[in-house]
T-cell receptor
Framework: SQQGEEDPQALSIQEGENATMNCSYK?????LQWYRQNSGRGLVHLIL?????REKHSGRLRVTLDTSKKSSSLLITASRAADTASYFC?????????????FGQGTELSVKP | DADVTQTPRNRITKTGKRIMLECSQT?????MYWYRQDPGLGLRLIYY???????NKGEISDGYSVSRQAQAKFSLSLESAIPNQTALYFC???????????FGEGSRLTVL
């Protein structure tokens, strides 16, 4: 089964609202990363949070990490139509040779004007 | 110009044909990766390379092979394409293990 599972699979909100996406994983990690993908395009790195960090901010993005629950959340505040995209979490496992990233299935976010 | 360039961007081929997808990068990164994306399945790692002499299998390497021709070039081959290899393929690079990945724009492959 997937190392990273995301919830919800799809999310539709109005512009100006906040969007929250969750990621759960199964085994111990070195770090967890969030990526964004516009339809059919390459993924773009958003933010990285290390296993010893609990919260991180970048502009309108806020990421939390709870290693005891093996979960992370990505909050996008004051969403815009341009935030419409798929968002993926990716985990770097501690015991994974070379620190390869394992991706979740993604959350499709639709922000309506 | 893109830092990670994939060619071709789109390819339609027939079952049994040999296909090569190419990736080149100008970022100077040692580590390169090939991922496959299928709807609802996220990205799955096919092969990865930490330098020119180092090639490693990922989760789903069966039916694929790779070649690291130079630090900047990493090619993915399908020796005999089959329909369930229809997918969006991504090349990515990084400077270090567990670090940020930089992706190309993808190569959409359709096998009829």
């Amino acid at each position: 089964s997937q190392q990273g599972e995301e919830d919800p699979q799809a999310l539709s909100i109005q512009e100006g609202e906040n969007a929250t996406m969750n990621c759960s994983y199964k085994t111990s990690i070195n770090n967890l990363q969030w990526y964004r993908q516009n339809s059919g395009r390459g993924l773009v790195h958003l933010i990285l949070i290390r296993s010893n960090e609990r919260e991180k901010h970048s502009g309108r993005l806020r990421v939390t990490l709870d290693t005891s629950k093996k979960s992370s959340s990505l909050l996008i505040t004051a969403s815009r139509a341009a935030d419409t995209a798929s968002y993926f979490c990716a985990t770097a496992l501690i015991y994974n040779q070379g620190g390869k990233l394992i991706f979740g299935q993604g959350t499709e976010l639709s922000v309506k004007p | 110009d893109a830092d990670v360039t994939q060619t071709p961007r789109n390819r339609i081929t027939k079952t049994g044909k040999r296909i090569m997808l190419e990736c080149s990068q100008t970022k100077g990164h040692d580590r390169m990766y090939w991922y496959r994306q299928d709807p609802g399945l996220g990205l799955r790692l096919i092969y990865y390379s930490f330098d020119v002499k180092d090639i490693n299998k990922g989760e789903i390497s069966d039916g694929y092979s790779v070649s690291r021709q130079a630090q900047a070039k990493f090619s993915l081959s399908l020796e005999s394409a089959i329909p369930n290899q229809t997918a969006l393929y991504f090349c990515a690079t990084s400077t270090q293990g567990a670090g940020e990945l930089f992706f190309g724009e993808g190569s959409r492959l359709t096998v009829l």
